[in-house]
């Protein structure tokens, strides 16, 4: 007997439309939170615009399942892998070699694609993947007519270090040779991420820029109501992933020990990579304070920010949209290993007017100084907001993006 899918119907009983297009969007997701948030956001703002439009997520991301995810989006999860601290890869749960691992999830990849047969492909920031995980996939839709967009956020890296990183990966070649489009999601005038490269001119007129991606407050809040997880008037500490944040979160905890009259309700969030032994020893400092309280991990962090006074935080792509669109006065200290990428965005940023940059952390120097921390805690009310510098089009990413996949889906269909 059929089911309703092979009879063209839908779960919610209505006809399926063979013509309704189809998006793909491939996310490597080999460290932190960052790859699959924005994937997240982009599929999210295209199943509003694009109602009968199927959209697949292919991720390596170990915690997407963690995510809500509306009506036309769903997500494969392709084996994960993690970044070692040699610069390497491993996989992330199984007994298989770096090769083993990525010739699986190449497979899975292209037998997705096959099956699948998007309209449309976004390559979140990778030309070619993971060690080349998608050119047989990239070999596929190119041969077969899908419109293929390469995904950039606002930076990258330093110019020299980039243009080593695709000589070395021949994303050069591969963006010549595969990709329609590229769409940077931030603006020109705050930074050029593709300034400096090898690329020929009729690549670079290929380029647009979107504006940074706007984010959203969920519209139904979890069951627990906010002051289960953040007093009034806080300050919201997040790290974003964790994996790499443990330096911003002692340099939080560092001020309240060294100034016992700071006095500013936090709320410290660990993010779901940080170290269990390492956030069990945070969580005995911070329990020492009636100020200070902790959570693991929220999913919806968009909520905690709305209720924020003021924001720490690394200098992640997510986390900067986040702190634009709820306008929340942010003290950000960038991380500058393995990449210069968040000290670029913050230091372009504060140039603007935009947030307020504190020293860079985890880079293996001495720990900064408490005083500055408690400083900048003091001074978010005082603080401009980052509507003050009056940027045109700051956010307008999800409404560019939705164009732009407007206009890409109908040289296809």
């Known amino acids: 007997m059929l089911t ?24 490597h997701d080999t460290y932190g939170l960052g790859h699959i948030r924005r994937a997240r956001t982009i599929a999210t703002a295209l199943a509003t615009r694009f109602t009968k439009a199927s959209i697949l997520i292919a991720t390596g991301s170990p915690i997407v399942g963690r995510f809500d995810f509306p009506q036309g989006v769903d997500f494969v999860r392709i084996p994960g892998v993690v970044k070692l601290p040699s610069g390497d890869y491993a996989s992330d749960t199984m007994h298989l070699d770096i090769a083993q691992t990525v010739e699986l999830r190449e497979r899975i990849l292209l037998t997705t694609a096959e099956a699948f047969a998007p309209d449309l492909l976004i390559v979140d920031k990778e030309p070619t993947g993971l060690r080349g995980e998608m050119i047989p996939t990239l070999e596929h839709l190119r041969d077969n007519g899908t419109r293929i967009v390469l995904g950039l956020r606002d930076v990258l890296d330093e110019a020299t270090a980039l243009d080593a990183e695709w000589t070395r990966k ?7 040779r595969f990709y329609d489009d590229i769409w940077v999601y931030g603006l020109r005038e705050i930074f050029e991420p593709l300034a400096g490269l090898s690329l020929p001119a009729r690549t670079l007129d290929r380029v647009e820029y979107t504006g940074y991606l706007r984010r959203e407050a969920p519209e139904e809040w979890p069951d627990a109501p906010i002051g289960d997880a953040m ?33 500013t309700p936090a709320l410290l969030v660990f993010g779901p990579f940080m170290a269990a032994e390492r956030r069990a020893e945070f969580e005995r400092r911070a329990h020492r304070f009636r100020t200070i309280r902790t959570r693991a991990f929220d999913s919806r962090i968009e909520r905690l920010m709305i209720e924020a006074r003021g924001i720490i935080a690394m200098g992640g ?5 986040e702190i634009l669109s709820f306008d929340k006065p942010a003290a950000i200290a960038p991380r ?15 140039k603007r007017g935009l947030v307020r940059m504190l020293p860079p952390v985890g880079d293996g120097s001495a720990p900064p100084d408490p005083a500055a921390m408690v400083e900048a805690i003091r001074a978010f009310s005082a603080q401009p907001l980052p509507s003050a510098a009056r940027i045109d089009g700051l956010l307008d990413g999800l409404d560019k993006v939705g164009d732009l996949t407007q206009a890409a889906l109908a040289t296809v269909r």
Do not use: H
């Not at 792509?317 to 949209?321: E, G, H, I, R």
């Open 4 to 27: 309703d899918t092979e009879k063209g119907i839908s779960s919610k009983g209505e006809a399926v439309d063979p013509s309704a297009p189809r998006i793909m969007l491939y996310s």
């Open 170 to 176: 021949e994303a050069y070649a591969a963006i010549e």
């Open 231 to 263: 007093a009034a008037d806080s300050v919201l500490v997040t790290p974003g992933g964790g994996g790499d944040g443990e330096a911003l979160v002692d340099w939080v905890l560092r001020a309240y020990e060294a100034d016992t009259s700071l006095s």
């Open 317 to 321: 792509y997510n986390t900067f949209c």
């Open 336 to 350: 500058i290993t393995p990449r210069m990428e968040q000290y670029l965005r913050v230091a372009a940023a504060e």
